[in-house]
Nanobody, 131 residues
Framework: VQLQASGGGVVQAGGSLRLSCAVSGRTFTTYTIGWFRQTPGKEREFVAVVSRGSGNAFYGESIMKDRFSVSRVNADNYGNAVDLNIFDLKPEDTAVYYC?????????????????????WGQGTQVTVSS
């Protein structure tokens, strides 16, 4: 599987962004696709995940569900995508956002927030929120 993250940029606080992770090479029944973010000097933080098969969404504890929305979409004839929509952006959302794929099986979402469980990572897309 290959992952390609896109959609980052410089946005004013209060704005919105749609990040997209293009997934090619396998179907959604094979991988759980997650989003993480990282700022310099900090560990990579779990943001959200779409579980394989069902497509159910799960969010990190520090993530406000009213501002973040993750979903699976059919991107085009060549593959699929997992989109992360971020609303009412705040300066603290500034980070490099990564999407990643995991082949592990999760029960009750236990472990989906652990970056060590993800096997394949995209290259990351920078989100900068100006105040």
């Amino acid at each position: 599987v290959q992952l390609q993250a896109s959609g980052g940029g410089v946005v004013q606080a209060g704005g919105s962004l749609r990040l997209s992770c293009a997934v090619s090479g396998r179907t959604f029944t094979t991988y759980t696709i997650g989003w993480f973010r990282q700022t310099p000097g900090k560990e990579r933080e779990f943001v959200a995940v779409v579980s394989r098969g069902s497509g159910n969404a799960f969010y990190g504890e520090s993530i406000m569900k009213d501002r973040f929305s993750v979903s699976r979409v059919n991107a085009d004839n060549y593959g699929n995508a997992v989109d992360l929509n971020i609303f009412d952006l705040k300066p603290e959302d500034t980070a490099v956002y990564y999407c990643a794929a995991s082949v592990a099986t999760y029960y009750a979402n236990t472990g989906v927030d652990d970056r060590r469980n993800y096997d394949i990572w995209g290259q990351g897309t920078q989100v900068t929120v100006s105040s």
